[in-house]
């Protein structure tokens, strides 16, 4: 079985053929608001870094969105949060 971490970055690379994908698990940092919140403690708020040419000519919420829409089935499985930071190739430069 795979971790939601793995299904992430699986994801991502899939969808965005990333040249850079830095994925990190923020969940601990969050545990006690999540479990106020009835979510559980693990695997539910992550910061992912992203430098792709996918995402060339798209806005900051496009960015975003397609993200999101990308990870549809973790949000729909227990995923809470995403800090994201996303950009092109240039803009990273």
Avoid: C, W
């Avoid at 969940?27 to 992203?50: F, P």
């Avoid at 919420?61 to 092109?88: C, I, M, P, Q, Y």
């Amino acid at each position: 079985m795979t971790t939601r971490y793995e299904r992430i970055g699986t994801t991502l690379r899939t969808v965005f053929a990333p040249a850079q994908l830095e994925i990190t698990d923020e969940s601990t940092k969050h545990a006690r608001h999540a479990g106020r919140n009835g979510i559980s403690g693990g695997e539910t708020h992550y910061r992912v870094t992203m430098v792709a040419e996918s995402l060339a000519g798209r806005s900051r919420v496009e960015r975003s969105r397609a993200v999101h829409e990308a990870l549809d089935a973790e949000f729909k499985t227990g995923l809470h949060a995403l800090s994201l930071t996303l950009r092109t190739p240039e803009e990273a430069a």
